[in-house]
């Protein structure tokens, strides 16, 4: 079955410092998705893309979908406090639309 | 308009028993898809319900059924509970099937298999 490797699997950093976390995969997706969640709360989505090579931004995040469709990478620009929480990258095929594979993880904490 | 809901919040069971979780979708939306996750890791794929029928089930057993309603709310059926089912039990909605649309997850379900 598909899987995604996500990294870091942590990382911790300093407030104000940028981030860079990504996520690679044996196969191709048609749509890749970022996520957060926080502790006791399902997954909040962050950015969603759809085309390979697409560059997006929300606020200080910005989200890449690699040109091969098998990878996709997660920018945090001048991070703050609470950012803090496990971040985690999602594919989707075409023909499975809503049905996710989703990679491990990345847990983020962010030192005031 | 209300977010996506489940109960309960928390639940403890032991081995062999069965389990029912409740999801309500977000109004308006007509599809509810069921995810297991373990501590530690990413939520995996159970299934899909669309307008009361399974569309696609991910790699679990015949023991995990379930089930959505005329108004779109949904049930996950786990029979004969087994340790390694603890686990955090998220339902997300959305507006369709069709693969632009992206999911609203719920809280979860923490179910504790003892």
């Known amino acids: 079955g598909q899987q995604l490797n996500q990294s870091p699997q942590s990382m911790f950093i300093q407030e104000g410092e940028d981030v860079s976390m990504n996520c690679t995969s044996s196969s191709i997706f048609n749509t890749w998705l970022w996520y957060k969640q926080d502790p006791g709360e399902g997954p909040v989505l962050l950015i969603a893309?759809?085309?390979?090579?697409e560059l997006t931004s929300n606020g200080r995040l910005t989200a890449q979908f690699g040109i091969t469709r098998k990878d996709s990478f997660l920018n945090i620009s001048a991070s703050i406090p609470s950012d803090v929480g496990i971040y985690f990258c999602a594919g989707q095929l075409s023909t499975n639309a809503g049905k996710s594979t989703f990679g491990d993880g990345t847990t983020l904490t962010v030192k005031p | 308009e209300t977010g996506v809901t489940q109960s309960p919040t928390h639940l403890i069971k032991t081995r062999g028993q069965q389990v029912t979780l409740r999801c309500s979708s977000q109004?308006?939306?007509?599809?509810v898809s069921w995810y297991q996750q373990a501590l530690g890791q990413g939520p995996q794929f159970i299934f899909q319900y669309y307008r009361e029928e399974e569309n696609g089930r991910g790699n679990f057993p015949p023991r995990f059924s379930g089930l959505q309603f005329p108004n779109y709310s949904s049930e996950l059926n786990v029979n004969a509970l087994e340790l390694d089912d603890s686990a955090l039990y998220l339902c997300?909605?959305?507006?369709?099937?069709?693969?632009?649309?992206?999911?609203?997850f719920g809280p979860g379900t923490r179910l504790t298999v003892l």
């Open positions: 997300a909605s959305s507006l369709g099937v069709a693969w632009v649309n992206e999911q609203f």
């Open positions: 109004s308006g939306h007509n599809t």
């Open positions: 893309l759809y085309k390979a090579g």
